[in-house]
Nanobody
Framework: QVQLVESGGGLVQAGDSLRLSCAASGRTFSTYAMGWFRQVPGKEREFVAGISRNGGRTYGDSVKGRFTISRDNDKKTVDLQMNSLKAEDTAVYYC?????????????????WGQGTQVTVSS
């Protein structure tokens, strides 16, 4: 099990960039896959990006080409670089960990979650 704490959210304008970071505790971070999801009120939590323990990356269709996920196993962090932000990117962003290391786009595969950080993009 890992504890996750997100940071970096805020209010930006459309077209701006923002970088989210997720700090993890636990000695086995490097064996976990990590993911970012987002949620707006009244909607399902949506997959944004995932990175496997081997570094393989997957992205949701709505963010491909704009967002980049990365991890630093020494620092036990996973970041989400978000460029060319749009109003529809407004959501609470959650960091998640999958002990199996796969990095899928299915939220059921992730057992540990952070509390989320709000990203608001004004148009």
């Amino acid at each position: 099990q890992v504890q996750l704490v997100e940071s970096g959210g805020g209010l930006v304008q459309a077209g701006d960039s923002l970088r989210l970071s997720c700090a993890a505790s636990g000695r086995t971070f490097s064996t976990y896959a990590m993911g970012w999801f987002r949620q707006v009120p009244g909607k399902e939590r949506e997959f944004v990006a995932g990175i496997s323990r081997n570094g393989g990356r997957t992205y949701g269709d709505s963010v491909k080409g704009r967002f980049t996920i990365s991890r630093d196993n020494d620092k036990k962090t996973v970041d989400l670089q978000m460029n060319s932000l749009k109003a529809e990117d407004t959501a609470v962003y959650y960091c998640a960990a999958d002990w199996r290391g796969w990095g899928t786009n299915q939220k059921r595969d992730y057992g540990d979650w952070g509390q989320g950080t709000q990203v608001t993009v004004s148009s």
